[in-house]
């Protein structure tokens, strides 16, 4: 029961950030970091090991606007990153646009990872492939592929 507490307390972790570059730890596992100046392209650290089989969420910086509600239409900037590759795949602060959608149209992941983010926040998500692409992947994900998202609210409609 100790070690079990242990893992959760250690998945619970709130980080705390200053200004400036940094580095920071999605948990005391084996997460990728996230190192990052608010309001550029962040950058993903490799993940190790065996991926996450559930949903995790982590906020990087807190925001104080609206709120994403799982009705909402989100405008976003996003980083998505492959466990297995541990490489960029897409990022649409290279494409120079932020992407708008409602979250009802998008993987089960968002659906679930997104609410409660606030405008001006960042949010890391590691998506397991069952809410995420699943067994038929996408595009230049493959099968069974867990996603790691970096995401940052820029509206809420």
């Not at 239409?73 to 992407?99: D, F, Q, R």
């Amino acid at each position: 029961m100790k070690g079990k507490l242990a893992g959760i307390l250690a998945i619970s972790l709130v980080l705390l950030t200053g200004c400036g570059d940094k580095e920071v730890s999605a948990t005391a596992d084996n997460l990728p970091t996230v190192t990052t100046n608010m309001g550029e392209a962040p950058t993903i650290g490799a993940p190790s090991g065996t991926p996450p089989t559930t949903l995790v969420t982590k906020d990087i910086f807190v925001g104080e606007g609206a709120e994403a509600q799982p009705t909402s239409t989100m405008t976003v900037h996003y980083t998505l990153m492959t466990w297995s590759k541990g490489a960029l795949i897409e990022s649409s602060w290279n494409s120079g646009s932020p992407a708008t959608f409602p979250l009802a149209n998008v993987i089960v992941g968002w659906q679930q990872g997104i609410p409660g983010m606030k405008v001006g926040g960042r949010r890391l998500l590691v998506i397991p492939p069952d809410i995420g692409y699943g067994a038929q992947g996408s595009g230049p994900i493959g099968p069974n592929e867990t996603l790691i998202f970096v995401v940052d609210a820029i509206g809420v409609a």
